[in-house]
């Protein structure tokens, strides 16, 4: 079966990136194999959490783990075991007066989700600390008094760089005060770097980097993870976890271990070596050395800007073809390679030069 045309919709290229609008990333056969054994078996269900749970802390080197639906859920199934810790969480009692999670300015962000209201949603206050254009370490402990629960910092490209402390002095910060440290790792790629890191929750998506399905894992300390876990039997009902999704991420962190990318970035620059209408070059992220991008930057014979084009790309012919326009307004965009492979970077290629210039259909 085509699910594309059994419920009406194109065909996607994602040269974005692994963006939750698009689905987030796909899962291996394996993967999709053990989700389909799980959904066709039972399982006693604190049991399996259980052993999933520490079976994935001992994979990553951290001292305990748990599984969730998601990174967002997450972030605040943590902040509600900081605020209320063992005790459950009661819509009729009130708040405790120490909940108050001191967070970057250049950090609130929206990914999708505004981050303040993912923390208000379980009763906290945001505290901002610093500017958008920058914060120090003066301006975090500034933030800090008798009601701070919580410090929080978030690993994204969505987040303000200019000037921003590091996670390094975030963590000094924290062990100088002696506030718990939750760091947002939703699209990391490495896994491993910050169980030796004195952090007392990481948060990772599983359906992201790892390219398991909609899930997330909270690493942390036994005791706040237990917390995390009592919670997510009361309030976290609303953000339960299947087992499909339990037995699939499992399997694609077992495969996630010893994954090597090896994308030739040179071979799908080549690729745009007949285009006259743009000029491409291999970049890295920024934050993340080893995703490897193609930026592009549209020369003077191109008919349509950059913005105009990644609309076009998007809602014209029979394939949506997703760019990174984040820079669009300097009339540059960037091709993700992760999730493309040489056929469709051809395929991007022609509908460029069919939508910068007058020809169509020319062939690559």
């Not at 990136?17 to 194999?33: C, K, N």
């Not at 049991?47 to 802390?57: G, P, R, S, T």
């Not at 029979?318 to 669009?328: E, F, G, H, N």
């Not at 970077?345 to 509908?351: E, G």
Request: charged residues 25%; negative net charge; glycine residues 6%.
């Amino acid at each position: 079966m085509n699910i594309n045309e059994e419920i009406n919709l194109k065909k996607v290229i994602n040269a974005d990136g692994r963006m939750t609008i698009l689905g987030v990333s796909t899962i291996s056969d394996d993967v999709g194999e053990a989700m389909k054994s799980a959904g066709q078996s039972y399982f006693v269900m604190k049991d399996l959490e259980k052993n999933v749970d520490q079976q994935v802390a001992k994979m990553y080197g951290y001292e305990a783990a748990h599984i969730v639906n998601s990174a967002s859920a997450g972030i605040a199934l943590g902040i509600t075991a900081l605020i209320y810790g063992d005790r459950i969480h009661d819509v009729n009692v009130q708040v405790p007066q120490k909940k108050e999670i001191i967070l970057l300015k250049g950090h609130n962000i929206n990914f999708g989700a505004p981050m303040e209201d993912i923390l208000h949603l379980v009763g906290a206050k945001v505290s901002e600390a610093g500017y958008a254009n920058g914060c120090s370490i003066e301006d975090v402990e500034y933030k800090i008094n008798e009601n701070t629960v919580a410090l929080m910092y978030v690993l994204s490209h969505h987040t303000i760089q200019k000037q921003i402390l590091s996670l390094e002095e975030m963590i000094d910060i924290a062990k100088k005060h002696h506030i718990p440290l939750i760091v947002d790792c939703a699209a990391e790629s490495d896994l491993f770097k910050y169980a030796a890191k004195a952090i007392d929750l990481v948060i990772f998506s599983g359906a992201k980097a790892i390219e398991g399905p909609t899930s997330g894992i909270v690493f942390g300390g036994k005791l706040l993870i237990e917390n995390i876990t009592k919670h997510h039997k009361n309030i976290g009902r609303v953000m339960k976890i299947g087992k499909e999704n339990i037995i699939g991420l499992f399997v694609a962190l077992k495969n996630y271990q010893n994954k090597k990318q090896n994308i030739q970035a040179i071979n799908y620059l080549n690729i745009l070596g007949n285009n006259p209408y743009v000029k491409g070059e291999i970049v890295v992220d920024a934050l993340r050395p080893e995703i490897q991008r193609i930026k592009i930057s549209l020369q003077n014979n191109a008919k349509i800007d950059a913005i105009e084009l990644s609309q076009k790309l998007k809602s014209e012919g029979d394939i949506a073809i997703y760019l990174r326009d984040y820079w669009a307004k300097q009339n540059l965009l960037e091709i993700d390679l992760r999730s493309i492979d040489l056929e469709e970077m051809r395929i991007i290629n022609r509908r460029l030069i069919e939508l910068l210039g007058d020809q169509k259909n020319e062939q690559n």
